[in-house]
């Protein structure tokens, strides 16, 4: 499985966008990345999923360069309702079956 | 659509006691898996299952057992609980993997407390 590493932590304001990159430098050729998003006593749930170039959906936007060695998340005009903890996934389900979640990054959105 | 179900949602055990947790889901998944989350840690995999009457052993597989003799349910068990086992745990399930890419649907959660 390919390791990912992500800040711990990440503060910001309401109203501005929060880009939150995630490092993968083992991924593999088949490896998709896959981005969730957990609000506290709550389960994880699924934002966003790209394997290169940029995915954009309602909630997200994320950025693979050509190397896909790492990955960005982007939140545009964040609110406090943004505020949770979000992960970086590589690959999992084509590598039988296990899924592993990395530490995670806490985003905090102030007013 | 009721997606991943869990049973109970709040647990008080006392030590060396046993409990099942139930986890059920609609979406006529392949895989499905439980975790465990400590406060203010990220979630490790306890097993899964990629299809019924399967399991395996995740990262923290000891104190815990899984039985997936239905595909819509997979419980865990713990035969004898310890206070180390005082967690929130999720279970999740997604569909067989065919593109290499999925992703995976969470159910809301049992705290659990062991005394």
């Known amino acids: 499985l390919a390791k990912t590493t992500q800040p711990i932590s990440m503060d910001s304001y309401e109203g501005q966008e929060v880009n939150i990159t995630c490092s993968h430098n083992?991924?593999?050729?088949?490896?998709?990345i896959t981005w969730y998003q957990q609000f506290p006593s709550q389960g994880p749930r699924f934002i966003i999923q790209?394997?290169?170039t940029k995915v954009t959906n309602e909630v997200a936007s994320l950025f693979i360069p050509a190397d896909r060695k790492s990955s960005t998340l982007s939140l545009p005009r964040v609110s406090l309702s943004d505020t949770a903890v979000y992960y970086c996934?590589?690959?999992?389900?084509?590598?039988?079956?296990?899924?592993?979640f990395g530490q995670g990054t806490e985003l905090s959105v102030k007013p | 659509n009721a997606g991943v179900t869990q049973t109970p949602k709040f647990r008080v055990l006392k030590t060396g006691q046993s409990m099942t947790l139930l986890c059920a889901q609609d979406?006529?998944?392949?895989?499905m898996y439980w975790y465990r989350q400590d406060p203010g840690m990220g979630l490790r995999l306890i097993h899964y299952?990629?299809?019924?009457?399967?399991?395996a052993k995740g990262e923290v597989p000891d104190g815990y057992n899984v039985s997936r003799l239905k595909k819509q349910n997979f419980l865990l068990g713990l035969e004898s609980a310890a206070p180390s086992q005082t967690s929130v745990y999720f279970c999740?399930?997604?569909?067989?993997?065919?593109?290499?890419?999925?992703?995976?649907?969470f159910g809301q959660g049992t705290r659990l407390t062991v005394v």
């Open positions: 999740a399930s997604s569909s067989e993997a065919k593109d290499l890419d999925n992703k995976a649907f």
């Open positions: 083992n991924i593999a050729t088949n490896d998709y």
């Open positions: 790209g394997y290169k």
């Open positions: 996934l590589v690959g999992g389900f084509n590598q039988g079956g296990k899924l592993i």
């Open positions: 979406m006529n998944h392949e895989y």
């Open positions: 299952s990629v299809g019924e009457g399967t399991t």
